[in-house]
């Protein structure tokens, strides 16, 4: 499993006109040659010497790149209550994060990010699109503060203290303002950042990462339970307070709330795994179950209610298990990434039969470093990879030639995609180094963060389509 961050250097201010993300990696230029449409594929096609990618604005609804300074390993998004359902920019977001800072403080970041612009764009571009009012060149939020027009997202952000370099971080469904982190010190706190983020709400003036000053703030709990540090940590999408948390010694850990600040920890752990637990999901129908997956190239299925031994446990890769997601919308999906780069989906009510695998892919050539099911679309996943590639998949696509043949019409241009493209393949992200970590925003529909050694990315792809009932995009 690769975990550690690669060299992590505190991030520097960057040229405005560098273009961060998208299809392409960073690059200065504004003007691109007129060329015929060529498919780049990431780890087959060779750059000439040079040659540049150059991100294609038009394949993005909304693009924006920032950081807060230190890298972050691991963030998540924040419930808020600006409606359940956002489809119209600009768009506001919370999110909680933790530094993988060296030589220096670390700490829980929160941060709001609000007036995030975006342009919602045809499905089948033209080319007379005017694609120059993309706000996908904000490469840093302190630069935002020399463009004073109405585009510039407005940052704002606050720090509190934290022993050690955060691993893993998770905000609760049900009561976003308390979060878990689990430290390299192999400590798990749980935090009340509830202030931090109505301060936030009620103020829209841009606080710069350098401004920011870290706070020195207790944590509600803090247990020492554990033997060894880790990273696999989830909260009960269905029982309020409800954890669970894994190490690399094996063990695993259940949270039961008290009171609202208050837990009880078991003393006694799960054990199942013959080694480290990477990573954890509870179910989203069953309020006793969840699932793990190790560094044994295993997934168990737990069920708190029949004692500390897995329920079942199947092989489930070739190497390293380092990531999995449990669908929401389909509960019997779960899928997984592992270290050699293959991720699988497993339909569970087939587990007894033996091979429970409905789709299996190979696309990426370097571990799997976050995975996670779309939380509107049931087919949909986005993965994260060493290779520096953030993809997004569709289950239910199909090549389909006549499609193709309308689609190319439409566009009068000859784009040969490679042949041995999976047709579940969606959109590939990049421009981002040492990506980490990704989550779907689970009120702005289309709508991704990413984490990566040189900042975060919110990115919209254009050719991501949510079919959402009329009823709730009202709301």
């Not at 505190?10 to 230029?29: H, I, L, P, V």
């Amino acid at each position: 499993m690769v975990r550690s961050l690669k060299n992590p250097k505190k991030a520097k201010r960057k040229n405005k006109t560098s273009k961060k993300g998208g299809d392409a990696s960073s690059s200065s230029s504004t003007s691109i040659p007129s060329m015929p449409a060529k498919v780049w594929q990431p780890g087959v096609d060779a750059l000439e010497e040079g040659e540049e990618l150059q991100c294609d604005p038009s394949a993005y609804n909304s693009l924006h790149a920032f950081h807060i300074g230190w890298p972050c390993l691991s963030f998540d998004v924040v419930r808020d209550s600006l409606g359940l359902v956002r489809t119209e920019f600009p768009h506001t977001i919370y999110c909680v994060t933790g530094t993988q800072a060296h030589n220096a403080p670390n700490s829980i970041g929160i941060f709001k990010i609000s007036n995030i612009s975006g342009k919602r764009r045809e499905l089948v571009p033209t080319k007379t699109s005017d694609d120059t009012d993309m706000d996908s060149e904000s490469s840093d939020s302190d630069d935002d503060e020399e463009n004073d027009g109405p585009k510039a997202p407005v940052f704002q952000v606050r720090k509190v203290f934290h022993e050690g370099c955060v691993n893993r971080i998770r905000a609760m469904t049900q009561k976003p303002h308390i979060c878990a982190s689990w430290g390299d010190t192999g400590h798990v706190q749980i935090w009340d950042v509830g202030s931090h983020l109505n301060a936030m709400a009620e103020s829209e003036t841009n606080i710069s990462k350098d401004a920011a000053t870290i706070t020195n703030e207790p944590p509600l709990i803090k247990f020492t339970g554990h033997k060894d540090e880790g990273y696999a940590i989830d909260w009960s999408p269905l029982v309020p307070g409800r954890l669970v948390s894994g190490d690399c010694k094996n063990c695993i850990h259940l949270w039961e709330p008290a009171s609202d600040s208050t837990w009880n920890v078991g003393d006694k752990p799960f054990l199942g795994h013959t080694a480290s637990v990477e990573d954890l999901q509870w179910s989203p129908t069953e309020p006793f179950v969840f699932a793990s997956g190790s560094v044994d190239k295993t997934i168990a299925i737990w069920d708190t209610r029949i004692g500390k031994s897995p329920a079942t446990s199947i092989k489930a890769h070739e190497t390293d298990v380092n990531v999995i997601s449990w669908n929401r919308l389909a509960s019997c999906m779960l899928a997984s990434g592992s270290d050699d780069g293959a991720f699988s989906i497993r339909d569970l009510r087939m587990l007894k039969e033996g091979d429970s695998v409905v789709a299996h892919f190979q696309y990426h050539k370097h571990p799997i470093t976050s995975i996670e099911w779309s939380p509107h679309e049931a087919s949909t996943l986005a993965v994260s990879s060493a290779d520096n590639q953030l993809t997004i998949w569709d289950l239910s696509l199909e090549r389909d030639e006549e499609e193709e043949a309308e689609f190319k019409a439409k566009t009068q241009e000859e784009v040969h995609a490679p042949t041995d493209l999976p047709p579940q393949l969606l959109f590939v992200h990049q421009g981002q180094k040492d990506l980490k970590e990704l989550h779907w925003h689970t009120q702005i529909p289309g709508m991704l963060i990413s984490t990566a050694a040189d900042g975060f990315n919110i990115l919209m792809p254009s050719n991501i389509e949510s079919n959402l009932p009329a009823a709730n995009a009202a709301a």
